[in-house]
């Protein structure tokens, strides 16, 4: 067994072209990679043993920069009208003016595993030109015990070399920037870039690609699980409140970002988390904020103060700072990253307009309909004149990385949901009693009463409204919530200025879901919200 650490670089690496590098840094643990990455000026240490990065131009993903290879494997399966094509031969060229380019450098090599269970595992080998990179994706991925590392055999490699500049007429692509995916070969190429984040989101795009072929649905979602075996998801867009609503005291959390469903159940994609802390505090989110503190902790930009103490209130940089760290630091974090076939599926928005209700249920046409069209709002912002709520469709709850057609995700979500009887409920953490500006954002308490009564299965007994607008089932009175709040209509002021703005809202999803008509059958197509308005 070759020794860890830095070795002949002809060893181990030189197979994927990059025998010629000056040294290999192999898989390094933390306080090596610690060790290097201050040494090379490339992080800091802050005053609570964290280690924190600043990522330069780029603080959040390049999506435009994204490419993946179009070859006679891929031409079929992919979604084109979301995915950027590449040639074959650009990609050939970029790969190799890559390798070129780590000649004579110093680089990091981690062997990680995307996928929690076995028979689905992504082994996966990250080779980066930073160290506080290496550390980064050790924190993200699921690491094998060290005496598994002897022969392993990566299917997918990732290069990624921030110093490496693209050039758009050689290589195809559109700036300096590139993102590049070659799904038929395992390879992933990302330069001139620091944000470590389109390293996490690569693998994720490589296992929404590999996965559904095998019965098997990745899920852009966080997920827990109770004492009685009784497993939940929860997808949402940013914002929703996925990270917030999953992290319960009382039940094990599988993972905040990645999850597959097979035949076997649940299981994180990954083997850490990758959490947002700009405003974080020990008072709204007490377990993310003492990992911050911890050795083994990235941040990433970060504004520290003079004593390196980090500043979570300042987004000078970026408002998208972040702390990576590996799941074991949440107290209650699965050991396994496995949980039963889920009993509950949460599908979060924020509805800024005030019209969804806090809580209905899904049939699951309705579930694949909604999960289609993976509606939240965002609220209007400073500029003057703007005082309406802007809607966001992601479909899939993550359409930047889903590479094949959205309808192969809404199918498969829709048998396994009917196959193993899971409850489907679309949750609100939006506003009630108007819409953003004039009514107020649903109450917490309200949500995790609702939530809680959800997973345990006390609302599937409750009595149920069909709404008029988007025709699901509403509760009409929940046991320690007001029952008010149940009936958006009932909060406003005005009813007929709810009319209004709800007829606005179903109007938004049937524009944009008429992008999968011809792809869905008609039961998907009869889930739609209608305008059903209600009477005074």
Not at 23 to 48: H, K, M, P
Not at 194 to 221: D, I, Q, R, W
Not at 369 to 391: D, M, Q, R, W
Not at 441 to 458: D, H, N, Q, S, Y
Request: hydrophobic residues 40%; proline residues 5%.
């Amino acid at each position: 067994m070759e020794e860890f650490g830095v070795r002949n670089p002809a060893a181990g690496i030189a197979e994927i072209g990059l025998g010629k590098a000056a040294s290999v840094r192999y898989n390094f643990l933390e306080a090596a990679l610690y060790e290097e990455a201050i040494r090379r000026g490339e992080a800091e240490l802050t005053a609570d043993g964290a280690l924190r990065a600043l990522t330069g131009q780029h603080t959040g993903r390049s999506a435009k920069d994204k490419f993946v290879v179009r070859d006679g494997n891929t031409d079929g399966q992919i979604w084109w009208d979301n995915n950027k094509p590449m040639s074959p031969e650009h990609f050939a060229v970029l790969h190799q003016d890559m390798l070129a380019h780590a000649e004579g450098r110093d680089l990091f090599v981690q062997d990680l595993i995307g996928g929690a269970d076995a028979d689905n595992a992504l082994p996966t080998r990250v080779v980066t030109e930073f160290a506080w990179h290496s550390l980064f994706i050790r924190n993200l991925l699921i690491r094998p015990e060290r005496d598994a590392l002897e022969g392993f055999l990566p299917k997918l490699t990732i290069i990624d070399l921030p110093s490496f500049r693209a050039d758009p007429a050689r290589h195809g692509c559109r700036t300096e920037t590139v993102i590049a995916c070659d799904l038929t070969n395992g390879i992933v190429l990302i330069g001139g870039t620091s944000y470590a984040g389109e390293m996490k989101k690569s693998v994720f795009t490589v296992l929404n690609y590999l996965l559904p072929s095998k019965g098997v649905m990745p899920m852009h979602c966080s997920a827990n699980v109770g004492p009685e075996g009784d497993a939940a998801v929860f997808f949402g867009l940013s914002g929703t409140g996925k990270t917030t609503l999953s992290a319960d005291p009382k039940r094990t959390l599988v993972g905040d970002d990645e999850h597959g469903w097979g035949e076997n159940g649940i299981f994180n994609f990954e083997g850490g988390c990758y959490a947002k802390t700009i405003r974080l505090s020990a008072e709204a989110e007490p377990e993310i904020f003492a990992t911050t503190k911890r050795f083994g902790t990235v941040l990433e930009n970060v504004i520290l103060d003079e004593n390196r103490v980090p500043d979570f209130n300042d987004g000078s940089l970026t408002e998208n700072t972040r702390c990576a760290y590996p799941l074991h630091f949440i107290p209650n974090a699965s050991e396994t990253g496995i949980a039963p076939h889920p009993k509950t599926i949460i599908m979060l928005t924020a509805d800024a307009f005030g019209v969804l209700p806090p809580i209905a249920k899904l049939t699951p046409e309705q579930a694949m309909y909604h999960f289609l069209s993976g509606y939240t709002a965002k609220v209007a912002g400073t500029e003057k004149g703007v005082t309406e709520p802007e809607a966001t469709f992601s479909t899939c709850f993550g359409a930047p990385f889903m590479p094949r057609h959205p309808t192969e995700y809404g199918n498969l979500l829709r048998d396994l949901i009917a196959r193993h009887q899971v409850d489907c409920w679309l949750v609100n953490t939006g506003w009630t009693g108007g819409a953003y500006g004039i009514g107020n954002r649903m109450p917490i308490k309200a949500t995790r009463a609702l939530l809680t009564a959800a997973l345990t299965g006390e609302l599937k007994k409750v009595e149920m409204r069909t709404d008029a607008n988007f025709g699901f089932a509403v509760p009409v009175a929940v046991d320690g919530v007001d029952i008010k709040i149940l009936d958006p209509r009932s909060t406003w002021a005005d009813g007929a200025a709810y009319d209004a703005q709800a007829k606005k809202l179903v109007g938004m999803f049937i524009d944009n879901f008429a992008k999968f008509e011809a792809h869905v059958d008609g039961k998907v197509r009869d889930a739609a919200p209608g305008i059903r308005l209600a009477a005074e």
